[in-house]
């Protein structure tokens, strides 16, 4: 019998800036080296990346394996990693996070006082480079951006949720409800949750579990990254009332354009009067800072919107 307690499992392309950082804190959550396993999933990245995480963990001197990526989806390598897995549990941080001190540790703690809890996940701290990345770190931390999404915009308490972020799951849970969906390009992880939800099963996000998530850092990435996710709530048909919010507001925008400029006018002079509010209450006053945020949230809204509309005018095409 395997004395693996966990199993971390990581999905990664061409990530040789980041892989280092990511493996180093998982490194650092406090078990023994026979304890816990890690297992990297290349999707054949074409940089150092599968050199660089061979060095850092043999080096350490653990229980480690890195696996072959063939479909290059995040839900194929998550799969993959499952199937190997050798721990009770299983936690799936991002190449581009980093999992503070004990945040496993954590979560095993919550998952062994709940029967029918199936996955506890952590709170973002986003952080990202420059003055536009810091920008896009405040957007995607705020409520007025991300709507009521608990990992990015934080508890105070372990709270039920209805999704969560780098989850720690028993490994038990794929096979009473099933693998990551490798059909859809993004959303796998709210697809999955739901199913948990389903069977009867809770989620929980926890205060006490602090990941650093480093976002895009550029105007272009940030707002590619918007109309990707926007296409894929919709494309994939897995999303949350939230998520529909900004298809919402492009429309409100479209049609009131056609009734009046003036109409349109008033809406975005309240809109731009909202989002100020929220960003003054969790940052200090600034000038630039507050538009900077304005143009970089209404940029997120709308490319948000336009991308679930096309995701929509995709389906229809298909479906003729």
Not at 142 to 163: A, E, H, M, Q, W
Request: overall charge positive; aromatic content about 12%; hydrophobic content about 45%.
């Amino acid at each position: 019998m395997s004395d693996i307690v966990v199993s971390m499992l990581l999905v990664v392309r061409n990530s040789e800036e980041s892989i280092s950082a990511v493996l180093h804190s998982l490194l650092q959550q406090g078990y023994e080296n026979s304890k816990f396993e890690i297992i990297v999933i290349d999707g054949e990245s074409e940089d150092l990346t599968p050199s660089i995480a061979n060095k850092v963990l043999s080096q350490a001197k653990v229980n480690y394996l890195i696996l072959n990526n063939k479909a290059h989806s995040l839900s194929s390598g998550w799969n993959i990693g499952i199937r190997h897995a050798k721990g009770e549990y299983v936690v799936r941080p991002d190449a581009h996070s980093e999992l503070l001190n004990n945040y496993v540790k954590n979560g095993i703690d919550r998952l062994k006082k709940d029967s029918f809890l199936a996955g506890v996940g952590g709170v973002l701290r986003t952080k990202s480079k420059g003055i536009f990345g810091g920008v896009v770190a405040k957007v995607l931390s705020n409520p007025i951006g991300v709507g009521k999404s608990l990992f990015r915009i934080g508890v105070s308490k372990d709270t039920y949720s209805d999704t969560a972020v780098f989850a720690v799951y028993r490994r038990s849970i794929f096979d009473k409800c099933g693998y990551f969906n490798e059909s859809l390009g993004r959303n796998q992880d709210i697809d999955f949750h739901k199913r948990v939800l389903t069977h009867g099963y809770k989620l929980l996000t926890s205060p006490s579990m602090i990941a650093n998530y480093y976002s895009r850092d550029t105007f272009k990435g940030f707002i590619a990254q918007g109309f990707q996710n926007g296409f894929w709530a919709i494309a994939s048909g897995e999303y949350f009332l939230r998520h529909l919010a900004p298809l919402a507001f492009v429309f409100l925008l479209f049609f009131s354009a056609i009734v009046s400029l003036k109409l349109t006018i008033f809406i975005l002079a309240g809109y731009f009067l909202i989002t100020t509010f929220f960003f003054i209450k969790r940052n200090k006053f600034s000038i630039v800072d507050i538009l900077l945020f304005d143009i970089f949230i209404l940029s997120l809204h709308i490319a948000y919107g336009i991308g679930s509309i096309s995701a929509i005018f995709n389906k229809m095409i298909k479906s003729k």
